[in-house]
């Protein structure tokens, strides 16, 4: 006899691109997730700046589309919905913030307080408080997961942790940001400026209207930081980093790259022995790192497995909700 | 260090051997070994073409036991400056005294700017360099990209190094 499949109850804070992205896999891929995994993911809470919406038997597509358009709100704020609403995880999809963390941190440690697990794509809280979560977790027996918030659908987390387990670590460096990496790569295409590439990126939604975080290395940093807590063990914030972004390159120093056999790329880089770095660099046309487009791509360095490279999109609603998706079965199927 | 070397032997059996097992016996590492049998010299030996790596004072010995077993050595190359990197370089570079940069590599002794190649868009423009750091051993090189370093980083420049 079939048993039922086990009801997981989720709240998304946080209904942007990765919120509504995650709503939309989870609908896409409701009925698949229940017979492969004993899983029936509902969302039962979705809380944004527009408003919150709220049924505990789940909420449907219709009550969804009305809170895009801002109808109907309930009477409730969002601590109140991760409080006070019963469900097993909180989805934290709000926006990166790397001076404070916030509005992400407070979401965050109000969940694990509440007896929800968290699963999240927020960089922010992580990158500045990841021990004190952690312990806050461990300490209320719940987990945080965040495969989201490096490499976006690539798995980087969960594969250090779980497929490459028993491996030592010696270092991972990899092309983080894909907005840099499609500056670059059109640069070296096209021979044009950075400041023109930057206007072309702009235009296809590429690269933000400030494209500071991303250009100037501080999204790179914030994910090497990450990282580096959580699979180099070190406990480091994104102040710690050394940070140089992609500003200054020359369409000159890119052609005399390419003659001597190089492209360059974005690079953060982290360590076992305190290298934590992110910076152009140099990287031969024939090495794995040498990806091209939005793409993003890290080359972890193991004492058993070698070298493991992988590559995938680093960004988008969707591969968001992915990493989103793998990280809630995960809570559930892992041992 | 890197040293290549022209031997000549005699062509009979067991000459390669005897000729490799020196390199060995004073610790050195032999890289490579182009031996020619079809290319005799008028002499009517083998010319043998070798590569190895030996520490400087071992290779006098080498040279004399060689000749003692009947071996012609009839050139010694030495290349001091074994490993090499490419660095770029994006700034004022040469208004920001491109010669004293240079000098802070090639001044070491255990380093050397080996090749640059410079790219000057406009007058006002930052300029592009590539550069070829050569030095004698891979800890000297690491050290010579951070005096490199250090000293355009004062100047304004952005180093970008190799992977």
Redesign the interface.
């Known amino acids: 006899m079939k048993i039922k499949p086990k009801a997981v109850r989720i709240s998304i804070v946080g209904f942007g691109n990765v919120g509504g992205g995650v709503a939309e896999a989870i609908r896409r891929k409701q009925e698949e997730i229940a017979r492969k995994h004993d899983i029936d993911i509902k969302i039962v809470g979705i809380a944004d700046l527009k408003g919150v919406i709220v049924n505990e038997n789940g909420l449907s597509e219709d009550a969804i589309m009305k809170l895009k358009t801002g109808e109907k709100p309930e009477d409730m704020t969002t601590l109140d919905v991760i409080k006070e609403v019963e469900h097993e995880i909180m989805v934290e999809a709000t926006p990166t913030n790397v001076e404070n963390g916030e509005p992400g941190l407070t979401h965050i440690i109000t969940a694990l307080e509440s007896g929800r697990h968290v699963v999240t794509s927020n960089k922010g809280p992580l990158a500045l408080q990841y021990r004190k979560l952690m312990e806050l977790a461990a300490k209320k027996g719940k987990e945080i997961r965040f495969e989201a918030t490096v490499g976006g659908a690539m798995p980087i987390i969960s594969l250090v942790r779980e497929n490459l387990a028993g491996n030592g670590i010696i270092s991972i460096k990899g092309i983080l940001n894909g907005t840099c990496n499609y500056i670059l790569t059109r640069m070296v295409e096209e021979g044009l400026p950075y400041e023109h590439v930057l206007k072309e990126a702009q235009e296809r939604g590429i690269a933000e209207a400030d494209p500071s975080k991303d250009v100037e290395g501080i999204d790179t940093a914030v994910k090497l930081v990450i990282l580096a807590n959580s699979i180099f063990d070190r406990d480091v914030t994104y102040k710690d980093v050394e940070v140089a972004g992609i500003t200054d390159i020359t369409p000159e120093a890119l052609k005399l790259a390419n003659d001597a056999g190089y492209v360059i790329k974005l690079i953060g880089e982290v360590d076992r022995d305190g290298c934590l770095k992110v910076a152009p660099r140099l990287v031969p046309k024939d090495n794995p790192l040498n990806v091209g487009g939005t793409l993003n791509v890290a080359t972890i360095k193991t004492d058993l497995a070698g070298d493991i490279t992988v590559i995938g999109k680093g960004a988008g609603p969707i591969e968001a909700a992915s990493a989103i998706l793998s990280d809630i079965i995960g809570i559930y199927i892992s041992p | 260090m890197k040293i290549s070397m022209d031997i000549e032997l005699k062509d009979i059996p067991g000459q390669l051997v005897l000729a490799l097992k020196p390199v060995s016996n004073l610790g050195g590492n032999i890289l490579s070994v182009l031996h020619q049998r079809d290319k005799k010299t008028p002499s009517g030996r083998i010319p043998v073409q070798l590569a190895l790596e030996i520490e400087e004072r071992g290779l006098d010995r080498l040279v004399e036991r060689l000749k003692e077993k009947g071996v012609n050595v009839v050139r010694i190359g030495k290349e001091r400056l074994k490993e090499s990197m490419?660095?770029?370089l994006?700034?004022h570079i040469v208004h920001s005294d491109i010669r004293e940069t240079i000098d802070s590599i090639d001044s070491t002794g255990f380093a050397e700017v080996v090749e640059l190649?410079l790219?000057m868009?406009g007058v006002d423009?930052?300029?592009?360099?590539?550069v070829?750091l050569s030095a004698i051993g891979k800890e000297e090189l690491k050290e010579a990209l951070g005096i490199l370093e250090r000293t355009v980083n004062k100047k304004g420049i952005?180093v970008?190094?190799?992977?």
């Open positions: 490419v660095v770029l994006i700034g190649s790219s868009p423009k930052k300029s592009s360099a590539s070829t952005m970008i190094s190799s992977i």
